[in-house]
C-alpha cells in the first residue's frame, strides 16, 4: 500500500469537496480514507506517486483515473423501497396538490439527485404505477443523476441483488422484475426503458438545468457528506430549477438551514418535506 | 397516460452582458427563472458590482430573499475590488435582515476580509455569533472574537461598577455581580 502522508491527504481533501461537494472531516479521513487512497494510489497507473497522481486529478489530464477516483470516493449505499413513508407522501399528498395547480396535459417531472444505483427512482415508478391513479390521467417524466458513472450503468442495466430487493412485496416484485439468478433481479424492460438516468455533478448548475425543470426534487442522504456553503450552493440550485410550488425531500437527517427562505417546512403525512415559496 | 423520457423545460442562457443585464435591473418585473440565469451570467463573469448595485437597490430594504440567496450560494470568491467591498459594508448595514445576514454569511465563509473593518457598526446579534463560532478556524474570525471578547469584558465590567453602586443600598446578595467579586 502505497503511504500518503497528513499533508497530502489534506490537499486531496480540498480537491474532492470542491470537485464533488463531499468533504472528509479530519478524523475520517485519517481513519477510514488515509488507507483506502493508499490502495487506490497504489492499483491507480500512478503506481503510489502522489504528486503525479494529484497533478493529474486537479489538471484534468486523465479524465479516467479521475473518475474512477470520484466513483471510488462516493458513497452508494441504498436499496428499494428505503424511507418508503416519503414515497407514500408523495402519491397521496404531494401528487394530488400539484395535479390541481399544473396545467392539463403537463407532465410531472420528478428528478432523483443523487440516484446512485437507480434504486429510488426506479421505487418512485412503482409507487407512481401503483398506487397513484393520475398516470392515467399525466405523463410523468423521471430523471436520476449521479456523479458515479459505474452507479449510472448500474442503474441502466436494472439487475440488483436480493438484499436490494429485499423490502419489496412479493406481488409487486413478480410483477416488476423477472427472476435472472438464484441471487438477482432484473427491472422489467418497458419500465428500464421509461426512466432517464445521466451521469451528472450537482455542483454543475449549467448541466442540471439543462435538464430542465421539475416538481419535485429528491435528494435524500447526500447533503450530509457536504459543508455548510456547499449545501446552501446545491439547495440553492435545487430552488432554481423547481417549478412554482414545487418540492424537495431530503433525506431523514438533513435539512434546509432555517435562516434559508427559499422552502416552507411543512408535514405532509408522516415527511417532513419542503415547498417552494 | 405514461412514463416518459426527457422532460419540456427551456434552458435559459445568457450570452451577453446586455442580454442579461435587463432582467437585474428589474428584478421584480421579470419571470424568476430568467432573473435566476440573468444572476449566474453575472457571477460567471465577475460582474459583481452591477449586481451588488442592483441588488442593493432593489432590496436594501425589504424582499427579494431567494435572489439574494440564490446570488451569495453561487458566489465562490471573494470579491477583492473596493467598489464590490464597499457596496457589501452597505449590504450588511441594510434595512432589509435577510440581505443583511446573507451578506454576513458570505463575508464569514469567505474568510479573506478583515471581520473587525468589515462589520463595524453592524448589530451583532445572538445568531451572528452562532454562526462566527462554528466558523473559528479562520484567522479573521478568531481575531473579531477577540474584539467582541475585549468589548464586553469591558461592558461587563461598566455594568458591574453600576450594580456595586447601586447594590450599596440593598443586600450584597442583589447584586448580579456578587458573585465575580466586584
Request: proline residues 3%; glycine residues 4%; charged residues 30%.
Given at each position: 500500500m502505497a503511504v500518503v502522508n497528513e499533508g497530502d491527504l489534506k490537499r486531496l481533501r480540498d480537491f474532492i469537496a470542491l470537485k464533488t461537494g463531499i468533504y472528509i472531516d479530519d478524523s475520517k479521513l485519517e481513519k477510514i480514507y488515509a488507507k483506502k487512497i493508499g490502495e487506490f494510489l497504489k492499483q491507480s497507473r500512478y503506481a503510489g506517486d502522489f504528486n503525479a497522481f494529484y497533478s493529474a486529478m486537479v489538471f484534468e489530464k486523465d479524465s479516467k483515473t479521475l473518475q474512477e477516483f470520484i466513483n471510488f470516493i462516493t458513497v452508494n449505499e441504498t436499496y428499494f423501497f428505503r424511507?418508503?413513508?416519503?414515497?407514500?407522501?408523495?402519491?397521496?399528498?404531494?401528487?394530488?396538490?400539484?395535479?390541481?395547480?399544473?396545467?392539463?396535459?403537463?407532465?410531472?417531472?420528478?428528478?432523483?439527485?443523487?440516484?446512485?444505483?437507480?434504486?429510488?427512482?426506479?421505487?418512485?415508478?412503482?409507487?407512481?404505477?401503483?398506487?397513484?391513479?393520475?398516470?392515467?390521467?399525466?405523463?410523468?417524466?423521471?430523471?436520476?443523476?449521479?456523479?458515479?458513472?459505474?452507479?449510472?450503468?448500474?442503474?441502466?442495466?436494472?439487475?440488483?441483488?436480493?438484499?436490494?430487493?429485499?423490502?419489496?412485496?412479493?406481488?409487486?416484485?413478480?410483477?416488476?422484475?423477472?427472476?435472472?439468478?438464484?441471487?438477482?433481479?432484473?427491472?422489467?424492460?418497458?419500465?428500464?426503458?421509461?426512466?432517464?438516468?445521466?451521469?451528472?455533478?450537482?455542483?454543475?448548475?449549467?448541466?442540471?438545468r439543462r435538464l430542465g425543470s421539475f416538481d419535485v426534487v429528491f435528494s435524500r442522504n447526500m447533503l450530509i457528506y457536504f459543508d455548510d456553503k456547499k449545501r446552501r450552493e446545491v439547495i440553492s440550485s435545487f430552488y432554481s430549477i423547481l417549478k412554482p410550488n414545487g418540492y424537495l425531500l431530503l433525506g431523514h437527517a438533513e435539512k434546509v438551514p432555517d435562516d434559508m427562505s427559499l422552502f416552507e417546512r411543512i408535514k405532509l403525512g408522516e415527511s417532513i418535506v419542503y415547498r417552494k415559496r | 397516460m405514461a412514463l416518459k423520457k426527457g422532460t419540456e423545460g427551456k434552458v435559459i442562457r445568457f450570452m451577453e452582458f446586455d442580454e442579461a443585464r435587463v432582467y437585474i435591473e428589474n428584478m421584480k418585473g421579470h419571470p424568476e427563472n430568467f432573473v435566476l440565469s440573468a444572476i449566474d451570467y453575472m457571477v460567471d463573469h465577475k460582474e459583481y458590482y452591477f449586481l451588488f448595485k442592483n441588488l442593493y437597490a432593489q432590496f436594501g430594504d425589504s424582499g427579494g430573499e431567494e435572489y439574494i440567496e440564490y446570488l451569495f450560494s453561487r458566489m465562490k470568491r471573494c470579491c477583492e475590488r473596493s467598489q464590490d467591498t464597499l457596496l457589501l459594508k452597505k449590504m450588511l448595514l441594510s434595512l432589509n435582515e435577510y440581505l443583511s445576514f446573507r451578506v454576513f454569511i458570505y463575508i464569514v465563509d469567505c474568510c479573506g476580509y478583515d471581520l473587525n473593518d468589515m462589520l463595524k457598526n453592524v448589530k451583532i446579534g445572538r445568531r451572528h455569533l452562532e454562526y462566527l463560532l462554528k466558523h473559528g478556524e479562520c484567522g479573521y474570525v478568531r481575531s473579531f472574537m477577540r474584539q467582541i471578547a475585549q468589548e464586553s469584558e469591558k461592558n461587563i465590567e461598566t455594568v458591574c461598577e453600576f450594580f456595586r453602586i447601586y447594590s450599596e443600598n440593598f443586600e450584597p446578595k442583589d447584586n448580579p455581580c456578587y458573585d465575580r467579586g466586584n
Open positions: 424511507e418508503s413513508y416519503q414515497f407514500d407522501t408523495l402519491v397521496e399528498h404531494i401528487l394530488p396538490e400539484l395535479d390541481g395547480l399544473r396545467e392539463p396535459g403537463e407532465s410531472i417531472n420528478i428528478l432523483s439527485a443523487p440516484c446512485s444505483s437507480g434504486e429510488e427512482l426506479y421505487s418512485i415508478a412503482i409507487y407512481i404505477m401503483e398506487k397513484s391513479s393520475l398516470i392515467k390521467k399525466r405523463d410523468f417524466s423521471l430523471v436520476g443523476i449521479d456523479i458515479d458513472s459505474s452507479m449510472i450503468e448500474k442503474a441502466k442495466r436494472g439487475v440488483y441483488r436480493h438484499r436490494s430487493v429485499a423490502k419489496i412485496p412479493q406481488d409487486i416484485l413478480n410483477r416488476y422484475f423477472k427472476k435472472v439468478s438464484n441471487d438477482s433481479y432484473e427491472i422489467e424492460k418497458n419500465l428500464r426503458e421509461s426512466l432517464s438516468f445521466e451521469i451528472l455533478n450537482v455542483l454543475d448548475i449549467y448541466s442540471l | -
